[in-house]
């Protein structure tokens, strides 16, 4: 990078929006699937970059919290806010998918105790017509769902598996809620953030197999009819997810958005949070020919990084990049 880009860099990121959390849930969750295909090293490589992402925007979080407290609760009353949250939760599961139960079980305390103050802090200050960043409450908690089950499955804990169950619901009337407050038309007219209105149903859909996956002889948690219920709910939302992918991806065809914005990172999560969930619902559900379509997505998901990425760098190199006060367009 460049002298000028990097003093470029250095205006945007001490303007950053607080929208740049998704890039560390997009190098979380594409890490993820590459685990679940079994491509590790190349997972590896995105959990480091995953990894060093969320330090760098966890240090300016605490940062901003001392020093200019005015803008963080600013910040915090905008649904982007929530990305903290996102962010550390699908972190957490790719620990606990590593063996890291210690690491992940930190992550998870410390995401339960950001997640009802940003939440509420969120929900008061919800307007209708809005982008698509609306449905991050649904995502946050069903991060917290998610988490919460894997690690239930991993030290056979009830009480964790039960918590996941009633944050899987919660995120579900969330979903709806944000879905009254969300303009459809930023589905075409969007930055990149619309995407969320598929990533959000696809983490809900993650979530309910992980509620499945959880129950065994040890800990035993539902019964015949929950995993009916759970098992028919996993099934809708994984049609609805792909139903959306299909109606997201034509309208980025109809009306390309070629430019770099940060909120593209946005995009490329959805992307791998599909893919991730069609392979674990695949698994939970004994749906073997899944593996296929999944195994797909996740290269797209891959591919969609790198463009997010290559977009990056050329913005922050490039002679004719702009800052402003929402971000980089």
């Known amino acids: ?13 001490s303007q950053r929006p607080v929208a740049a959390g998704t890039a560390v849930m997009a190098a979380a969750i594409v890490s993820l699937g590459l685990h679940l295909v079994d491509h590790e090293v190349l997972s590896r490589v995105f959990l480091a970059l995953a990894c060093a992402a969320w330090l760098a925007l966890a240090t300016d979080f605490v940062v901003r919290l001392l020093r200019d407290r005015e803008r963080w609760l ?5 649904p982007a ?21 210690t690491l992940a079980e930190a992550l998870l305390a410390l995401s339960a105790v950001l997640w009802p103050g940003l939440l509420v802090d969120v929900v008061r200050h919800w307007k209708r017509g809005t982008a698509g960043a609306v449905f991050l409450v649904c995502v946050a908690t069903q991060g917290l769902a998610v988490l919460c089950a894997t690690l239930a499955a991993a ?23 944000a879905l009254a407050h969300f303009d459809p038309r930023q589905v075409h007219t969007g930055a990149g953030d619309h995407w969320v209105v598929g990533g959000a149903l696809a983490i809900s859909a993650l979530a309910g197999s992980k509620l499945i996956a959880a129950d065994g002889a040890r800990p035993y948690l539902w019964n015949s009819d929950d995993r009916g219920v759970l098992r028919a709910v996993t099934e809708a939302l994984l049609v609805l997810v792909l139903a959306l992918y299909v109606v997201l991806a034509v309208a980025e065809v109809v009306r390309p958005r070629p430019r770099y914005d940060v909120r593209r990172w946005a995009t490329v999560f959805p992307l791998g949070m599909t893919a991730v969930a069609v392979l674990s619902v695949g698994t939970a559900l004994d749906v073997s020919w899944l593996r296929t379509p999944g195994q797909v997505l996740v290269w797209i998901a891959v591919a969609g990084w790198l463009v997010v990425a290559v977009g990056a760098v050329r913005f922050y190199a490039g002679p004719e990049a702009g800052i402003t006060s929402t971000g980089p367009r």
Do not use: I, N, P
């Not at 600013?74 to 905008?78: H, K, L, S």
């Open 74 to 78: 600013a910040e915090a009353a905008t």
């Open 1 to 13: 990078m460049s002298a000028t880009g990097m003093s470029r860099f250095r205006a945007w990121w």
């Open 81 to 101: 806010g929530l990305t903290a949250v996102a962010a550390t939760t699908v972190l957490g599961t790719r620990f606990s998918a590593a063996g890291w139960q």
């Open 155 to 177: 030290e056979s804990t009830a009480w964790l598996a039960h918590t996941a169950l009633v944050l899987f619901w919660l995120g579900l009337v969330l979903y709806g809620v």
